[in-house]
């Protein structure tokens, strides 16, 4: 069974902090890659896509490390909203079969 | 914005029952899937349906079917409930299996009693 695993946390922040989480895949072939965030009782809902060279949307910045097998994700300047699990997504590629991480959990506190 | 519904949102359910988790897309994806989420254990796949017409078995498939009954609907059924098949039910959909963006629907609690 291919693996995708997170430290599950929680990591617990101060507003302003930077905050970096990692997801580790054991299969070499996985050819894309994803963050979700879920807040408590809702649904999984993309947050980025993560590419070959990295990429950033605003304070966050995904990056991927084939070598290594995992991917990051760096949340700077930490807000209270962004209080959630953050989940990483693997895609095998010729499968259509996501393989989910069990997800990070981050607590914002004042 | 609808993007992936599903009803019913919450069900209690006695031992033995049987009920329908209905799922209906609007983004004209190919794929849809069925998972379960349980405290700790994360996003388990139930079933998955690559393409209308097809559907295969995921990681958790026991106690479960599905029917791919059109492009927009995959149902989820639990012919006898147990109380193990208690837990937070999401369907979701996503273009074709190599652009993996899965847009999720709002999740089905199901209390199994």
């Known amino acids: 069974r291919k693996e995708v695993e997170q430290d599950p946390g929680p990591f617990n922040v101060p507003e302003g902090a930077t905050v970096a989480f990692n997801c580790t895949y054991s299969n070499s072939a996985s050819q894309s890659f994803f963050w979700y965030r879920q807040d408590c009782r809702k649904e999984p809902k993309l947050l980025m896509s993560v590419y070959s060279s990295g990429n950033e949307d605003g304070r966050f910045t995904a990056q991927l490390n084939r070598a290594s097998q995992y991917i990051s994700l760096l949340i700077r300047d930490s807000k209270l909203s962004d209080s959630a699990t953050y989940l990483c997504v693997v895609n095998e590629g010729g499968s259509y079969i996501p393989t989910f991480g069990r997800g990070t959990s981050l607590i914002v506190h004042p | 914005n609808a993007g992936v519904t599903q009803t019913p949102k919450f069900q209690v359910l006695k031992t033995g029952q049987s009920m329908t988790l209905q799922c209906a897309q609007d983004?004209?994806?190919?794929?849809m899937y069925w998972y379960r989420q349980d405290p700790g254990m994360g996003l388990r796949l139930i079933y998955y349906?690559?393409?209308?017409?097809?559907?295969d078995k995921g990681e958790v498939p026991n106690g479960y079917n599905v029917s791919r009954l059109n492009k927009r609907e995959f149902s989820l059924r639990l012919e006898s409930a147990a109380p193990s098949q208690t837990s937070v039910y999401f369907c979701?959909?996503?273009?074709?299996?190599?652009?993996?963006?899965?847009?999720f629907g709002e999740g089905s609690w199901l209390t199994v009693v």
């Open positions: 349906s690559a393409s209308e017409g097809t559907t």
């Open positions: 983004m004209n994806h190919n794929s």
């Open positions: 979701a959909s996503s273009e074709e299996f190599e652009k993996n963006t899965i847009y």
